[in-house]
């Protein structure tokens, strides 16, 4: 039996890693650092939770039912898996996530040096899709050319980076903004929604998988285990990324106290401390993070819609590559402000998904539970992208009284008594008996 070697380990570790580590892991902590000033601390652990805890439960959910996010989902039947499964690729891919990545890639790595027009960004943006595409179009061999090359040079400007906000900080700690005074910890873990890393698990477990079986693994249990050992090691060095920014965030309000998002902080930080070559040294880490990121996306996408249309991967790369380059040229503000209600609307059903599948053993029939707890999660769900749309008068008055409502963790009571109520009525109805043809 074939087994992968210490260094195809690390090396399939360090692509994992680069494959999450993208434009909203670098640009939120930084932001929400600054916010949370002398309760760093809870916000940064609300943070982990959800940019991290999240992900890696998701690949050990993933990696137990073999990779594909169909049979996480089966228990819903199969057009409610599909439905969800397009929406989310859709999220993470050409509508929100991979233009993302050239945005801040640009504003970050690229602006300080061009300026901020709509040219430089046209030419930055084909120039930068069409380094993604040409990398996406050859999936199996993304474990060397990303892990092996492209990793540790991304790793070596990180540890620059982040050595920087510990051994050189800007300040001191700086003050609380109101909003992280009462509910540190619940704002850290809805900051952790906009890294998309949750969702991104879901479709980058099969991009993990298929990495593993291209060096000939075949046994299944081995293909858990290195998609898990290879979570654990993108979780370690994630956090350490997060930390590091936080940090570096908190600290740096006397140089980018009137920063409107992470990219100024960031830039304010760099330019404070190693002037313009610490500018180079930030383009350099933007544009490996969000260009490995973008190429995980883009191949994710092209794995799945050429499965489920009768389109070719090759296809599906291109047109998708060529979409994310229209909607970058709308600019990051717009593309955040779109993002949040959609975010805010999946993460729910993602997260709940992905405890239902690792509590499975739980369930005597799986479809019982996953339909009416999923479906509840999906009406709070909806009402809570509508709040954080702006429109919360549009939604009765009863929504805004549940607890959690002003955090849009509306949801969280109703699924869980949901949940409770339903697992207590699968036991009591017993097993399934199986229909004998």
Not at 58 to 77: C, E, H, S, Y
Not at 133 to 160: H, T, W
Not at 182 to 207: C, E, K
Not at 264 to 293: D, E, K, S
Request: with cysteine; aromatic share 10%.
């Amino acid at each position: 039996m074939k087994r992968l070697k210490g260094p195809d380990i690390l090396a399939l570790g360090f692509m994992t890693f680069a494959l999450f580590l993208g434009a909203g892991n670098i640009i939120f902590p930084p932001s929400a650092g600054m916010a949370a000033g002398g309760n760093i601390g809870l916000a940064a652990l609300g943070f982990l939770l959800t940019g991290v805890g999240l992900p890696l439960l998701t690949i050990v959910a993933l990696a137990r039912v073999g990779g594909g996010m169909a049979l996480l989902t089966a228990p819903l039947g199969k057009r409610a898996g599909v439905l969800f499964a397009v929406a989310v690729y859709l999220a993470i891919g050409p509508l929100f996530a991979t233009p993302r990545t050239a945005v801040v890639s640009f504003e970050m790595g690229i602006a300080p040096f061009t300026g901020n027009d709509g040219t430089p960004l046209l030419l930055y943006s084909l120039a930068y899709f069409a380094a993604v595409m040409f990398l996406s179009l050859n999936p199996g061999q993304l474990v060397e050319r990303i892990g092996k090359y492209i990793a540790p040079v991304l790793l070596a400007a990180l540890l620059v980076l982040g050595g920087a906000a510990f051994t050189l900080p800007a300040g001191e700690i700086g003050q609380t903004a109101a909003a992280y005074q009462a509910a540190p910890f619940v704002q850290g873990f809805l900051q952790g929604y906009l890294t998309m890393d949750t969702l991104g698990a879901l479709v980058f477990g099969i991009v993990i998988a298929t990495a593993i079986r291209d060096h000939g693994i075949t046994d299944g249990k081995l293909i858990t285990r290195y998609s898990v050992i290879a979570g654990l090691i993108a979780a370690a060095g994630l956090s350490l990324v997060y930390l590091a920014l936080f940090y570096l965030g908190a600290t740096s309000q006397g140089i980018a106290g009137e920063a409107q998002n992470g990219v100024q902080i960031l830039t304010a930080y760099v330019q404070h401390t190693f002037g313009t070559a610490g500018n180079l040294l930030l383009a350099v880490v933007i544009t490996l993070a969000c260009l490995t990121t973008a190429v995980g996306l883009l191949t994710a996408c092209g794995e799945f819609f050429s499965g489920l249309l009768p389109v070719s991967y090759r296809v599906v790369v291109l047109s998708f590559g060529l979409f994310s380059l229209l909607v970058a040229n709308q600019g990051l503000t717009q593309l955040i402000s779109f993002s949040i209600p959609v975010l805010v609307g999946l993460y729910p059903l993602a997260i709940v998904l992905i405890a239902l599948s690792l509590l499975d053993a739980l369930w005597l029939s799986p479809r019982r539970v996953f339909v009416p707890v999923m479906a509840v999660t999906l009406i709070f769900g909806v009402v809570d992208g509508i709040g954080a749309a702006g429109f919360s008068q549009w939604l009765p008055a009863l929504f805004s009284k549940l607890p959690l409502a002003g955090q849009s963790l509306g949801w969280l009571v109703p699924v869980l008594a949901t949940l409770l109520l339903v697992a207590v009525l699968d036991r009591c109805l017993g097993k399934p008996q199986s229909v004998l043809a």
